[in-house]
């Protein structure tokens, strides 16, 4: 049975999107930008647009009963390749050993034309939840 995760605020809602679904043991969330609670994308570059993705995707998580330390799968989409090196250092700020296995993409776009950065997550949920 799926069980539908959601955050307040939850920015989603408007375009019939789960924050994320929970199905048995396995917790699928959908992409994660760089927006606030507002949900307009924050200013300060890359940086800070991941760092808010991350924190994002992290309240998603708890949500779901998972952390980013459960996370087994991530995918990060990137507008610009040039951003590498800063995805390595959120990585390892945010993740821990041993690390998700990752595919990281450029894409041409996002759901915003400010927005540079969308992660997206597939992370266990333990039993009794310990994280």
Do not use: C, H
């Amino acid at each position: 049975m799926f069980e539908r995760v959601i955050t307040q605020p939850d920015n989603y809602e408007p375009f019939l999107l789960s924050q994320g679904i929970k199905f048995g043991d396995l917790l699928f969330i959908s992409g994660q930008a760089g927006a606030g609670d507002d949900g307009k994308i924050v200013d300060g570059g890359f940086r800070a647009q991941g760092e808010q993705a991350f924190a994002n995707l992290a309240r998603a998580l708890e949500a779901g009963g998972s952390s980013l330390k459960d996370v087994i799968k991530v995918t990060i989409f990137v507008t610009d390749m040039g951003n590498f090196s800063e995805v390595v250092e959120l990585r390892r700020r945010f993740f821990s050993a041993p690390y998700p296995a990752d595919t990281i993409a450029e894409i041409k776009a996002l759901y915003d034309p400010r927005a540079m950065i969308e992660i997206e997550a597939i992370a266990a949920v333990r039993a009794g939840g310990e994280r």
